[in-house]
């Protein structure tokens, strides 16, 4: 890799401290109580300000292996890690022009290049509330990042690295993953464990994961659906990192595990960030469809509880006035069956299957009211505005 013709600094020992507390996120209807990994304890209301960056499309070096599987595991290893960097936030105070111990509150996480002129991901609570951002780069490199785009709805950010060009990590295919296959994380656990990287298989697909997203209305509690489960270890400070398969491209993004238990960590999909990335890049936000409904899959509990002449579906709890399910006609009772022709066979794929539909599309539904049939239909509204993003 060319090294950068920029002044660098090193960080010295003492400035890796162990990162002592976590976000703890409590748990409710249709969400995984959890915490997020890599978010310092410290609670501040200021949010970092996006900074505008190139709207040109990434440009990505290759860091995959070849798709016959000719290489081992360590081969990955080895091409990966340099697109990984450990991700320090300030609340406030600054870090140092040379050397010494950063001045205020620091957070930390991992990120990944995914362009090689300094772009990368990572988890938006990762960079959340911090006036001041650096990475330390593979080498040892201490680098000043800016945000390019936040997304709290999918708890993804973008930020850029002057500089490079950089190793960057190719990003994948997270449609045809399957339980059972092998993934690699890797990530800066409790801060002062750069470069750690850990092995697994995708244990579960399609779960949930909290997150709530600060509106001028208020907070929201909209979880992170269609997410990975995997058993390969994460801790606090593995946010943000790459989840990779076995040939070295990123599948999706570690994001936090189970409170309480070992072994169940959750990723994004790549495939979700992906449909967002452009957006992120050229805008600094994005949009995401709101059906304004709480509900619950259709069970064997909820069939006798609720006495309905269905089997599957998604049963409506709550809705939310001036919403796209309110303006579609749908009522607290019914039982969602179809969304735009798709079924709802397993448990909460309503949620997954609105995160694909574009804001503005039409959105038609079929509900089973009663035991009858009825189709309605209503323009699928976006989510209300993250607060900060200006």
């Given at each position: 890799?060319?090294?950068?013709?920029?002044?660098?600094?090193?960080?010295?020992?003492?400035?890796?401290?162990?990162?002592?507390?976590?976000v703890?996120?409590?748990?409710g209807?249709?969400?995984?109580?959890?915490?997020?990994?890599?978010?310092?304890?410290?609670?501040?209301?200021?949010?970092?300000e996006?900074?505008?960056?190139s709207?040109?499309?990434?440009?990505?070096?290759?860091?995959?292996?070849?798709?016959?599987?000719?290489?081992?595991?360590?081969d990955v290893?080895?091409?990966?890690?340099?697109?990984?960097?450990?991700?320090?936030g300030?609340?406030?105070?600054e870090?140092?022009?040379?050397?010494?111990?950063?001045?205020?509150?620091v957070?930390?996480?991992?990120?990944?290049?995914?362009?090689?002129?300094?772009?990368?991901?990572?988890?938006?609570?990762?960079?959340?509330?911090?006036?001041?951002?650096?990475?330390?780069?593979y080498?040892?490199?201490?680098?000043?990042?800016?945000?390019?785009?936040?997304?709290?709805?999918?708890?993804?950010?973008?930020?850029?690295v002057?500089g490079?060009p950089?190793?960057?990590?190719?990003?994948?295919?997270?449609?045809?993953?399957?339980?059972?296959d092998?993934?690699i994380?890797?990530g800066?656990?409790?801060?002062?464990f750069q470069?750690?990287?850990?092995?697994?298989?995708?244990?579960?697909?399609?779960?949930?994961?909290?997150?709530?997203?600060?509106?001028?209305?208020?907070?929201?509690?909209?979880?992170?659906?269609?997410?990975?489960?995997?058993?390969?270890?994460?801790?606090?400070?593995n946010?943000?990192?790459p989840?990779?398969?076995?040939?070295?491209?990123?599948?999706?993004?570690?994001?936090?595990?189970?409170?309480g238990?070992?072994?169940?960590g959750?990723?994004?999909?790549?495939?979700?960030?992906?449909?967002?990335?452009?957006?992120?890049?050229?805008?600094?936000?994005?949009?995401?469809?709101?059906?304004?409904?709480?509900?619950?899959?259709?069970?064997?509990?909820?069939?006798?509880?609720?006495?309905?002449?269905?089997?599957?579906g998604?049963?409506?709890?709550?809705?939310?006035?001036e919403?796209t399910?309110?303006?579609?006609?749908?009522?607290?009772?019914?039982?969602?069956?179809?969304?735009?022709?798709?079924?709802?066979?397993?448990?909460?794929?309503?949620?997954?299957?609105?995160?694909?539909?574009?804001v503005?599309?039409?959105v038609?539904?079929?509900?089973?009211?009663?035991?009858?049939?009825?189709?309605?239909?209503?323009?699928?509204?976006?989510?209300?505005?993250?607060?900060?993003l200006?």
């Open positions: 890799m060319r090294q950068p013709e920029t002044p660098t600094l090193r960080i010295p020992i003492h400035f890796y401290v162990l990162l002592v507390a976590a703890v996120l409590a748990g209807v249709g969400t995984l109580g959890g915490y997020f990994a890599g978010r310092s304890s410290t609670s501040q209301t200021q949010i970092v996006i900074t505008s960056a709207t040109t499309e990434p440009q990505q070096i290759a860091a995959t292996l070849p798709a016959d599987g000719s290489r081992t595991t360590q290893i080895e091409r990966s890690l340099p697109a990984v960097v450990t991700i320090f300030l609340t406030d105070g870090f140092p022009s040379e050397g010494g111990s950063p001045r205020g509150p957070s930390a996480g991992s990120g990944f290049f995914f362009s090689e002129d300094g772009l990368l991901l990572t988890n938006n609570h990762v960079v959340r509330d911090r006036e001041s951002l650096r990475v330390i780069l080498n040892g490199e201490f680098r000043k990042a800016v945000i390019v785009g936040r997304d709290p709805y999918m708890d993804t950010a973008v930020l850029r002057e490079g950089f190793r960057a990590l190719t990003l994948g295919d997270s449609k045809g993953l399957q339980p059972g092998p993934v994380a890797i800066s656990p409790l801060r002062n470069g750690t990287v850990t092995q697994g298989i995708v244990s579960g697909l399609g779960r949930r994961f909290p997150n709530r997203v600060n509106t001028a209305d208020g907070e929201l509690r909209i979880d992170l659906v269609g997410m990975i489960q995997i058993d390969a270890a994460l801790n606090n400070g946010s943000g990192g989840l990779l398969d076995k040939y070295g491209a990123v599948i999706g993004m570690n994001t936090g595990r189970e409170q238990a070992d072994g169940i959750f990723a994004i999909p790549i495939a979700h960030i992906k449909q967002h990335l452009s957006a992120l890049i050229t805008n600094g936000r994005t949009q995401h469809g709101y059906l304004g409904i709480r509900f619950r899959p259709v069970n064997d509990d909820v069939i006798v509880e609720q006495d309905l002449k269905v089997d599957r998604a049963y409506i709890v709550e809705l939310v006035a919403s399910a309110a303006a579609a006609g749908i009522q607290v009772g019914d039982v969602v069956l179809t969304i735009n022709g798709e079924e709802m066979n397993q448990g909460f794929s309503l949620g997954e299957k609105v995160f694909e539909i574009p503005g599309a039409t038609v539904f079929t509900v089973d009211r009663d035991g009858e049939r009825l189709e309605l239909s209503a323009p699928l509204q976006a989510r209300p505005e993250p607060v900060g200006d």
